[in-house]
């Protein structure tokens, strides 16, 4: 079946830009994650949905980092403002939940590089 | 604090080597999982394996095996007889028993040399 899909593959950006970044998680996943990659570093958690809960925000860098999932469904990662520090790999998972929610099945990531 | 360290930045084996990659981990949760994921050349991470804190039995799966060891927090890995195809970014990684968070360690870079 489909794996997690996420798009755009790269995108590159000036300085100042907002840009919006797509996950398209497995169908039927309850919980997505959103995480950054940065250059020789492991990854760094941004932020969580489960199902209809509230999510957690908790890894969001900076007030210029939000993100949705509609319908519990598609997440879109949104920066605002890009800076050079932002320049990363955005990795997308989710998770079956319920006794597999630790499970998670990564997406290929957006390479951002702002200029 | 959740804490997941991986010292070993890169290692170099030859094929059919054995090879043991480091995981030490910091929490004070009683209840958490520890995680290793392979993240292959071509980018995606993908799963190998999730061990809760209550399991402190060895795996073994094929030519990979992993040792849990709650007394040093230490949840290493180990590849047996290895293969280029193992050339790759491993990383540990622990998730709080919410499941909400997961703390990744920044990776081991193993290159099998045939």
């Known amino acids: 079946g489909a794996g997690v899909s996420q798009s755009p593959s790269n995108k590159v950006t000036e300085k100042g830009k907002d840009v919006e970044l797509r996950c398209d998680p497995i169908?039927?996943?309850?919980?997505l994650y959103w995480y950054r990659q940065s250059l020789g570093q492991g990854l760094e958690f941004l932020i969580y949905f489960q199902g209809n809960s509230a999510p957690d925000k908790s890894g969001l860098p900076s007030d210029r980092f939000s993100a949705e999932r509609t319908g519990g469904s598609v997440s879109t990662l949104t920066i605002q403002r890009t800076q050079q520090e932002d320049s990363a790999v955005y990795l997308c998972?989710?998770?079956?939940?319920?006794?597999?929610?630790?499970?998670?099945?990564f997406g290929p990531g957006t390479r951002l590089t702002v200029t | 604090a959740q804490k997941v360290t991986q010292a070993q930045t890169e290692i170099s084996v030859v094929e059919k080597e054995d090879v043991t990659l480091d995981c030490v981990y910091e929490t004070r949760d009683t209840t958490y999982y520890l995680f290793w994921y392979k993240q292959p050349p071509s980018g995606e991470l993908v799963f190998l394996i999730r061990?809760?804190?209550?399991?402190?039995q060895n795996e073994i799966s094929g030519r990979y095996s992993w040792n849990f060891q709650k007394s040093t927090s230490s949840f290493n890995f180990t590849i047996t007889a290895s293969q280029v195809v193992d050339s790759a970014v491993y990383f540990c990684?622990?998730?709080?028993?919410?499941?909400?968070?997961?703390?990744f360690g920044t990776g081991t870079s193993l290159t099998v040399i045939p």
């Open positions: 061990r809760n804190s209550f399991d402190e």
């Open positions: 998972a989710s998770t079956p939940g319920g006794t597999l929610l630790y499970e998670q099945y």
């Open positions: 169908s039927g996943h309850t919980a």
């Open positions: 990684a622990l998730s709080r028993r919410e499941g909400n968070q997961f703390y």
